[in-house]
């Protein structure tokens, strides 16, 4: 019997993957100061998302609905969602269609949040934001620009350290240069 043919029929396929330690830390819309995400995957074809997130102790994401499914895990620290709380090393599975309160992280907490389409955040008077993964790339897209923007401050800032520490020896040793001695002439 012949072997069956399992190539790719895209040559271009491949797998993605990603150095979570040398991404960087976005901050979130929702509070800048608090709320942090290292984007894993996004996925145009089928709306999938990968990131991980970090919540400093005492950031509130807002109560929101899932219009996919989702995978959470705790790398560690701890979430109050809902009436429960999820712990280092929990794994919690949220059908399409959960809708939730506030979760708030009990702790610095980090956590890998999987998911296959948008979550919509909500509040008495509706909707008011979305994330998902063309908002996760847009997000990324800022961070980048805003990062790219500070880069030529940055490197003016850090010739001008150069400078100074490179002048300040000098005039050390300009300081410290023992003055001429004066001879005493015997009378």
């Known amino acids: 019997m012949a072997m069956q043919n399992i190539l790719p029929i895209n040559p271009q396929l491949m ?3 990603v150095r979570a330690e040398d991404a960087e830390w976005i901050p979130q819309p929702l509070d800048p100061e608090k709320a942090f995400i290292k984007v894993l ?29 989702s995978h959470t895990f705790i790398l560690k620290g701890k979430l109050q969602v809902r009436d ?27 956590y890998l949040f999987i998911c296959d389409g948008p979550v919509l955040f909500f509040d008495d008077k509706g909707f008011n934001a979305y994330l998902g993964w063309e908002e996760l790339r847009r997000l990324q897209a800022g ?14 800032a850090a010739k001008a350290v150069a400078a100074k ?3 300040a020896p000098a005039k050390a040793k300009a300081k410290t240069k023992a003055p001429a001695r004066k001879s005493k002439v015997a009378g």
Do not use: Q
Not at 94 to 103: K, S, V, Y
């Open 15 to 17: 797998d993605t993957m």
């Open 41 to 69: 995957y996004t996925g145009a074809e089928s709306g999938r998302w990968a990131v991980h997130f970090r919540w400093l102790k005492g950031f509130v994401a807002p109560p929101h609905k899932h219009l996919s499914a």
């Open 84 to 110: 429960g709380t999820l712990n280092t090393g929990d794994y919690i599975y949220e059908p399409n269609g959960m809708i939730h309160g506030a979760t708030t992280a009990l702790e610095d907490t980090e």
């Open 143 to 156: 961070h980048a620009a805003a990062k790219s923007r500070r880069a030529p401050a940055k490197k003016a």
């Open 165 to 167: 520490a490179v002048a």
